[in-house]
């Protein structure tokens, strides 16, 4: 006869990716005023806007990550350790997001605006960048399509199995866990 082992009990890791989360962001937020402040030494200056669209860019994913946590767990009571690995990658995509944005920006495959305002430029970089890393999947999608539309690059198979998905009739459901 068989017995069947019982079933681990789920680690519930919410308080080590609340303090994973605001630890990144004391960092990503002193980054950005130390950056913002000129505290860069002279061979990473020019890599300044760059570095701060990331860290910016970690700010927006951060935020999304605590408003992730904060309906999962307190407001819909559907909080699911499955997901726990998503709260550590997350802002991660969000940071590679944001410093890709900026490639695009520069590269001008992505357009902020139809006037050119030299003072707002670095603005426009760091709103993006907040966009982005809030956003990644919306991101993710509009880089496919720039990529699609420049150089005939069809969508990843993760986007491909997206929009298959979808159905027009229906909204599809929210990618928070």
Not at 48 to 72: E, K, Q, S, T
Request: charged share 15%; glycine share 6%; net charge positive.
């Amino acid at each position: 006869m068989s017995e069947a082992t019982p079933a681990k009990p789920k680690r519930n890791l919410t308080i080590p990716i609340i303090l994973y989360l605001l630890a990144l962001l004391v960092f990503a937020t002193y980054s950005i005023g130390a950056m913002a402040l000129g505290w860069l030494s002279e061979p990473y200056r020019p890599l300044r806007v760059p570095l701060m669209c990331g860290a910016i860019a970690y700010v927006g994913g951060a935020l999304y990550c605590f408003r992730a946590i904060y309906l999962n767990k307190c407001v819909y009571k559907r909080w699911d350790s499955d997901w726990h690995v998503w709260y550590f990658i997350r802002p991660i995509t969000s940071t590679i997001a944001g410093a890709v944005s900026y490639l695009f920006l520069k590269a001008g495959l992505l357009v902020l605006e139809s006037t050119a305002n030299a003072g707002a430029s670095e603005i426009g970089f760091f709103a993006l960048a907040f966009i982005a890393g809030f956003n990644v999947d919306k991101f993710v999608a509009k880089i496919e399509e720039v990529a699609k539309a420049v150089w005939g690059i069809d969508k990843t198979r993760s986007g491909q199995v997206k929009a298959d998905q979808a159905e027009p009739t229906k909204p599809s459901p929210p990618t928070t866990p």
